[in-house]
């Protein structure tokens, strides 16, 4: 049986996950976005995959995660299930993050190389920065190391 392209360890994606119908913007609050960002990042971390970037924009989230020994699918389900608790506990209600997720395979160095320039640029682009290492909802390996 042929292992499917998302449980590759070593492969990594950009996954862009919109939140749900209804949610305007709700990271706008900079506080619950930083711990569920946060939150994200462990759970991402506990299923031993390596998060290089995560921005968490006011209505979606782009993060470059490497596989290592789960899938993709579980790894981003889970993220999404325990931030969603987060935001319950924080008093929020309802579905946070819409059902799926988008996904591109980084295949060459340039994708991965372009892959961390939008992230970092797409706060830039929105308004909320002049810089995008200086977004306070930006983290991953790539922004400890700097």
Same mark, same amino acid.
């Given at each position: 049986?042929?292992?499917?392209?998302?449980?590759?360890?070593?492969?990594?994606?950009?996954?862009t996950i919109s939140v749900a119908r209804g949610n305007a913007a709700?990271?706008?609050?900079?506080?619950?976005?930083?711990?569920?960002?946060?939150?994200?990042?462990?759970?991402?971390?506990?299923?031993?995959?390596? &998060?290089?970037? @995560?921005?968490?924009? *006011?209505?979606?989230?782009?993060?470059?995660? %490497?596989?290592?020994?789960?899938? #993709?699918?579980?790894?981003?389900?889970?993220?999404?299930?325990?931030?969603?608790?987060?935001?319950?506990?924080?008093?929020?209600?309802?579905?946070?993050?819409?059902?799926?997720?988008?996904?591109?395979?980084i295949r060459e160095t340039h994708d991965f190389e372009a892959t &961390?320039?939008? @992230?970092?640029?797409? *706060?830039?682009?929105?308004?909320?920065?002049? %810089?995008?290492?200086?977004?306070? #909802?930006?983290?991953?390996?790539?922004?400890?190391?700097?």
């Amino acid at each position: 049986m042929p292992l499917d392209a998302y449980d590759l360890a070593g492969v990594a994606w950009h996954v862009t996950i919109s939140v749900a119908r209804g949610n305007a913007a709700p990271f706008h609050d900079i506080p619950l976005g930083q711990a569920l960002l946060a939150g994200f990042v462990n759970a991402c971390q506990s299923d031993d995959a390596i &998060v290089h970037l @995560i921005c968490l924009m *006011p209505d979606h989230l782009h993060a470059l995660i %490497e596989v290592q020994s789960e899938g #993709l699918v579980k790894i981003v389900g889970r993220a999404k299930s325990m931030t969603t608790r987060m935001w319950w506990t924080n008093g929020r209600q309802g579905t946070l993050w819409q059902k799926s997720f988008y996904d591109h395979g980084i295949r060459e160095t340039h994708d991965f190389e372009a892959t &961390v320039k939008y @992230i970092l640029e797409n *706060p830039v682009r929105a308004g909320l920065v002049e %810089e995008g290492e200086t977004y306070p #909802l930006i983290a991953g390996r790539l922004i400890a190391e700097r």
